[in-house]
């Protein structure tokens, strides 16, 4: 399916995320069914909502963030600003990042609190 919006041209059926809620220990699961049908509003938030996730959650771990370049917060951050300007394919691979530390991090929580 291939649809046109404010993301341009883009033909993604689905990419899913999990996002734990790290202080109730209730996971909540959302499926993009579509990027291209979000507002740049909502991938701005979303993406903001991952920083806030992992930067809460480092800091429960006691990791700290590196403050580089090669954070996956900064980018996250980046691309939350230019949403309204990426491909879908670049906020994808964010948003896949995001969701890769997200999961590392539970683990080290779940491992942590065990």
Do not use: W, Y
Not at 32 to 61: G, H, W, Y
């Amino acid at each position: 399916m291939t649809q046109t919006s404010s993301l341009g041209t883009c033909s993604l059926s689905g990419i899913a995320t999990a996002e734990t809620n790290s202080r109730t220990g209730i996971a909540t699961n959302e499926r993009i069914t579509n990027i291209c049908q979000m507002s740049p509003f909502e991938i701005k938030r979303l993406l903001n909502r991952s920083v806030a996730m992992i930067r809460d959650m480092r800091e429960q771990t006691g990791i700290p963030g590196r403050h580089s370049a090669k954070d996956v917060v900064i980018d996250v951050q980046v691309t939350a600003a230019r949403a309204d300007s990426l491909c879908a394919a670049e906020i994808r691979d964010v948003l896949l990042d995001a969701a890769d530390i997200i999961r590392t991090l539970k683990i080290v929580l779940d491992g942590k609190n065990a």
